[in-house]
């Protein structure tokens, strides 16, 4: 009897002690619904496990609790695992793959400005990146691996989640917080670049699907089949409140061209961050 009103009592006390156990929402945007096509015109590969809402970020929020950061990236459907990620050490899903750009000083070219190889993107000069959180279907070894043979000159800039899993829409990372250099400060930006998880990626694209020009099964259409095109589905836009102003704003940012004489000097699109 005394050992139980004994639990009872630290229970009650632990409940109400801040700290751990408890989480503090540090970061809470949202994106709007149907923005899932880039710069407007991108569609889904055709195949239909890619179902409608898939790719759609609605709500991006960062929390910490005790020595972590915990991550989490909500889209329009339920988050399904068609291609049984667990039989290749996966976390439990198998299209998304979410990177969290975070721009920890708001110095004008500090950092790096280019995104990571597949998405055919930079950073605006304000928005330069010290940190992504890379929210992938695949394990940190097949993540790591892939990172030392394309994006090594990044390598200090990748964050590996400890944990990496599935709750219904939303996608969730824990970090820990010295991972990113601290816990997050107000004045950092985030930028959140929504892709598909592609366990054949091209030699220069680190396991994102390709953006082409006509419709494919396991290809998004209405892109460029040259490397022009940004190959990213949906970002966040500031002030991330979730508007239709949003929405073409994010197809502003997004908008292309192509140097048809030479399309590998073509100049990439830069993304902007959202600054709380
Ligand atoms: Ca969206
Ligand atoms: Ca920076
Ligand atoms: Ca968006």
Redesign the pocket.
């Known amino acids: 009897m005394r050992a139980l009103f004994m639990g009872c009592f630290l229970a009650a006390t632990l409940s109400v002690a801040p700290g751990i156990g408890s989480a503090d929402t540090v970061v809470s945007l949202k ?2 619904v149907h ?2 096509d880039g710069p407007g015109t991108y569609k889904y590969p055709t195949d239909p496990v890619y179902k409608p809402g898939t790719f ?2 609605t709500s991006f929020a960062v929390k910490t609790r005790g020595s972590d950061v915990i991550f989490k990236v909500t889209v329009r459907s339920k988050i399904k695992d068609p291609w049984n990620s667990r039989s290749w050490d996966g976390n439990g899903f198998s299209l998304q793959f979410a990177q969290v750009y975070i721009d920890t000083d708001h110095k004008q070219g500090s950092g790096f400005c280019d995104g990571l190889p597949g998405l055919n993107v930079k950073f605006r000069k304000e928005s330069c990146w010290e940190k992504v959180v890379l929210i992938s279907p695949q394990g940190k070894s097949r993540l790591k691996s892939e990172v030392k043979q394309k994006a090594a000159a990044m390598k200090d800039g990748v964050v590996y989640p400890r944990v990496t899993r599935v709750k219904g829409r939303t996608l969730e990372a824990v970090v820990r917080a010295k991972d990113l250099g601290g816990r997050p400060a107000k004045g950092w930006g985030w930028q959140v670049v ?1 892709q598909s998880n592609e366990g054949y990626p091209g030699r220069n694209d680190l396991l994102t699907r390709k953006v082409n020009e006509y419709a494919g099964k396991h290809r998004f259409v209405g892109g460029s089949d040259w490397n022009c095109d940004p190959q990213v589905i ?4 500031a002030p991330g409140a979730g508007t239709e102003a ?2 073409e704003a ?1 197809h502003r940012a997004l908008k292309f061209r192509c140097n048809e004489a030479d399309p590998d000097k073509s100049p990439l699109v830069e993304l902007p961050m959202v600054y709380p």
């Open positions: 994106d709007p923005d899932d759609d970020i929504m949906d970002i966040l836009m949003e929405k994010q």
